[in-house]
């Protein structure tokens, strides 16, 4: 199942997409959303992003070329970090480069979006607690994140958590690629194999510090060869499988 939210006529739904049209939903599926109304073509509709999340859990360092390249070690443990809700945009919203930053990077990940309720789980508890998964881009101020060392506001800007184009419910997080294009030209291409943490563990740990709630994201970590992205641009995050999310840069 491929659930989106979109917009039409000025209104904004949930929906699950049905080959080339969408059926609107009465509610988000995790919050027992049902099929609410006829299909409507999506050509129609203008994609949002698919979730509406009360936080971004970011995971940091999780494959090895990624630390490596930024000259760090990775972590014993997983290193977590939040993104606001209101960094959140979706498929062909504009990321915006702030004007406190001189170095934008993009960081194509896999997204984990939440089904119910998660807190003090194990990774076998963790596994029936997703509802799906998509592409997301943690969009990143590197400068700012390299001088002061915290995380928060060099991740935390309007526009920094592009998410989408859907949500996929049939796919297989540990065998899964995840591809970065900037105008055309990949920069990124990794593996979830090569993940310290896999996806089950990292929300089993998470859940151990914070509850996780239905409709909530996890970013599980950016494979190597982040870079700059300029005003102008075309960002693509693709996850076989689940679909392509593009975003201009302006």
């Known amino acids: 199942m491929r659930i989106c939210r979109f917009r039409r006529s000025g209104v904004e739904r949930y929906g699950a997409i049905e080959g080339t049209s969408v059926r609107p939903l ?27 999340p009360t936080k971004v859990v970011c995971v940091g360092r999780n494959y090895v070329a990624h630390a490596k390249e930024l000259g760090n070690e990775v972590p014993k ?28 990077h993009h960081e194509g990940e ?20 997703v509802f799906g ?11 700012i994140q390299r001088e002061e060392k915290q995380f928060t506001r060099a991740k935390g800007f309007d526009t920094f958590c592009p998410v989408g184009p859907v949500v996929e419910t049939a796919f297989d997080p540990l065998d899964a690629s995840v591809v970065c294009r900037v105008n055309g030209d990949e920069r990124q291409r990794g593996y979830t194999r090569d993940m310290a943490f896999d996806v089950y563990a990292l929300l089993a740990f998470i859940s151990g510090v914070m509850t996780l709630l239905p409709g909530d994201v996890v970013a599980t970590g950016t494979p190597e060869g982040v870079g700059p992205i300029r005003r102008g641009d075309w960002v693509e995050v693709e996850v076989p499988g689940i679909g392509v999310l593009r975003n201009p840069v302006t």
């Not at 050509?43 to 698919?50: F, H, I, K, N, W």
């Not at 945009?89 to 480069?97: E, F, L, S």
Request: with cysteine; net charge negative.
């Open 77 to 104: 443990i997983p290193l977590i970090f939040l993104k606001p809700s209101t960094s959140v945009v979706g498929p062909q919203d504009a990321i915006r480069c702030p004007e406190q930053s001189r170095e934008v």
């Open 133 to 143: 998964y998509t592409c997301l881009n943690d969009v990143t101020a590197r400068d």
């Open 26 to 52: 009465s509610a988000a599926p995790w919050a027992g959303g049902l099929a609410d109304g006829a299909p409507v073509p999506l050509a129609e509709v203008t994609l949002l992003a698919p979730v509406e």
């Open 110 to 129: 896999l997204g984990v979006v939440l089904g119910r309720t998660l807190t003090r789980a194990t990774a076998a508890e963790a596994r029936e607690a």
